[in-house]
């Protein structure tokens, strides 16, 4: 009885531990975002204010304000809600089609297309070679730019190969006899069966696309064609915004800051993908289980 009434007071103080040790850790982890939060919100005159802020001094939207105020960010926006959905609409069919491929075991030279496959994750041309291939592929200022290059994706084929080799080959056969040809097979069977790693790969490739800024950056000169993250960037990059001249900038007047517009567009752009992102956070889980190697 004094063994069960020790381990029991053992157990519960391990978990009371455990729960305080996951509050400090998302205290810890949400206070940044909350402190983003407030300086968007702060009044001009308290945004140098020293210490914790954990309510913003003299509420003030006007960053919020000033920033939907100018068209680019509805720009930006367009663009990039255009390229998450369609970047991560194309990878989903390309990754899907090359690794079922892959996953039949009567393919010619398999085993040496996945590993020159697994050869591109760890090697791959560099920037500079890159940069020369969109250039001479006539991609240079267009969102194709920003899709045609990770279509296809070593990882994620790898990935949804292993998933797919977990189907009974009887599966497919039967399909075969009562007359179905491969494509039949694979759009109309395999693939509806394979939603668990469709939605693992359309949410990767989509978190991805939504974060990218260094390849637009690169690729792109217009304003017109600018993604979220590089307007972020662009702003972070200059101290004053003025739509009217030939850079990226929003009118800093006596409401708002530097640093307060630059915490709004910060906010404005990574609000999107945190509201989805729970809905979601499960995939990641089940695309880890999926990673599991297979023959």
């Not at 070593?154 to 292993?162: D, H, P």
């Not at 200059?238 to 517009?261: A, K, L, M, P, W």
């Not at 889980?285 to 297979?294: E, R, T």
Request: hydrophobic share 50%; net charge positive.
């Amino acid at each position: 009885m004094n063994t069960y009434r020790s381990k029991s007071l053992l157990s519960r103080s391990f978990d009371w531990f455990n729960i305080g040790l996951m509050v400090v850790l998302s205290l810890l982890f949400l206070y940044p975002f909350w402190n983003l939060i407030m300086l968007s919100m702060t009044a001009p005159a308290y945004v140098d204010k020293l210490g914790l802020r954990l309510w913003a001094d003299g509420i003030n939207l006007a960053s919020y304000k000033q920033l939907f105020s100018s068209d680019i960010i509805y720009i930006a926006y367009r663009n990039t809600i255009l390229r998450t959905v369609l970047g991560a609409g194309l990878t989903v069919i390309v990754t899907m089609c090359a690794a079922y491929s892959l996953s039949r075991r009567d393919l010619p030279f398999r085993n040496a297309i996945t590993l020159f496959m697994l050869f591109t994750i760890v090697f791959n041309g560099g920037l500079i070679p890159t940069y020369l291939n969109i250039r001479h592929l006539g991609l240079l200022n267009s969102m194709w730019a920003l899709i045609l290059p990770t279509l296809a994706n070593a990882w994620y084929i790898i990935l949804a190969r292993n998933f797919l080799m977990g189907f009974p080959k009887e599966l497919e056969d039967s399909a075969l006899i009562d007359g179905a040809n491969p494509v039949q097979v694979a759009f109309r069977i395999i693939f509806p069966l394979s939603m668990p790693i469709i939605a693992v790969i359309a949410l990767w490739s989509g978190v991805s696309h939504w974060n990218a800024w260094f390849d637009a950056m690169i690729y792109l000169r217009e304003k017109s064609d600018f993604v979220l993250q590089l307007l972020v960037q662009k702003i972070f990059q200059q101290d004053r915004i003025d739509t009217t001249s030939t850079g990226i900038y929003i009118q800093i007047t006596t409401e708002v800051t530097n640093q307060s517009v630059k915490a709004a567009t910060i906010i404005a752009a990574i609000t999107p993908i945190i509201a989805v992102y729970p809905f979601l956070q499960k995939y990641f889980a089940k695309g880890v289980m999926i990673g599991s190697l297979k023959g």
